[in-house]
């Protein structure tokens, strides 16, 4: 994509912040967690609009879209979906489960249990899931949007993190500004706009954006900068576990997919250092358990740390 080349991104962008206001950063990033092919995790305190983003996303994409609430008593199947056996024919067949869709909203997943959230495994990773000895694919495109309450407050579960590694990205949407939450208290849920707006986009439109996505070009320079800041957290005596090669391969996804919104066919050190914080900050455990805003200066101090190419 060229700066003379329309882009389709800008009236997807336009609607969502019509809906989420006041939260353009998010709103991006959201955006380009998608068109970068991965999956993403919201995290914060009840009532910030982290529902609203997910809905407002298959809205203004045109996706199909299901929402899952995760409690302490769903199980994999309630997902997934299960063999019945149909006794007229004399054999099971397989009824598909809430996960056969474009848009998962798994909304407050840390309130299930491992064993329920671990049913999102394989369709995370591998777009597919397998019952009995059938596998069956996912549509395409398949974006989970997953929210979270923070794992202090009763009845949650911490993610392992095998499950947190399948999300490219963690973001947060905060508390609004005055002048927005004013707006908000005064127009009402801004999820009565969805019904008026027609879509931006398509799932054809989101999966022509994903491929040209793919054909960012990335120099040899970039390259090395990403594996730079993987390597540097690697080598931290206050971090448990650095970045694996697949958060870089993620890091690298991410950047293009934010070069394309921003009407670029190539990736910069900024693209880079914009989606860092989201890509990396779930997959850094410290050591003492540090988190919260001093984990997000801490994430910003890597980077500081890493020269950028010239």
Request: charge should be neutral; proline fraction near 7%; charged fraction near 20%.
């Amino acid at each position: 994509m060229t700066a003379s080349t329309p882009n389709p991104t800008i009236g997807a962008l336009a609607d969502l912040d019509r809906v989420i206001l006041g939260k353009p950063q998010a709103v991006r990033l959201a955006l380009a967690c998608l068109i970068a092919r991965g999956h993403l995790l919201i995290e914060d305190v009840p009532g910030v609009g982290k529902t609203t983003l997910a809905h407002a996303l298959a809205h203004v994409l045109g996706l199909a879209w299901q929402r899952v609430q995760f409690t302490s008593d769903l199980l994999p199947a309630d997902i997934i979906g299960v063999s019945v056996f149909d006794a007229s024919r004399g054999e099971f067949s397989f009824r598909k489960g809430p996960i056969f869709t474009q848009l998962l909203l798994a909304d407050e997943v840390n309130r299930a249990s491992p064993k329920t959230q671990s049913a999102l495994l394989e369709a995370m990773e591998e777009r597919q899931v397998s019952v009995d000895v059938t596998t069956y694919r996912l549509p395409d495109p398949f974006f989970v949007v997953a929210t979270q309450n923070p794992f202090e407050q009763l009845g949650t579960f911490r993610l392992p993190e095998s499950q947190l590694d399948r999300f490219l990205m963690r973001i947060s949407l905060g508390y609004p500004d005055a002048q927005h939450e004013r707006a908000l208290l005064a127009e009402g849920d801004r999820r009565d706009l969805l019904p008026v707006m027609k879509p931006a986009l398509s799932p054809e439109g989101v999966r022509d954006l994903q491929a040209a996505a793919q054909r960012v070009h990335v120099a040899p320079a970039l390259l090395e900068y990403v594996q730079a800041l993987v390597a540097s957290t690697r080598q931290r005596t206050d971090v448990l576990l650095g970045l694996s090669p697949r958060a870089g391969q993620g890091l690298v996804r991410a950047a293009r997919a934010w070069a394309l919104l921003a009407g670029r066919d190539l990736v910069l050190p900024e693209d880079v250092q914009a989606v860092f914080g989201p890509v990396a900050s779930h997959r850094l455990e410290r050591t003492g358990g540090a988190g919260g805003a001093d984990h997000a200066a801490f994430v910003s101090g890597i980077l500081r740390g890493v020269p950028v190419p010239v």
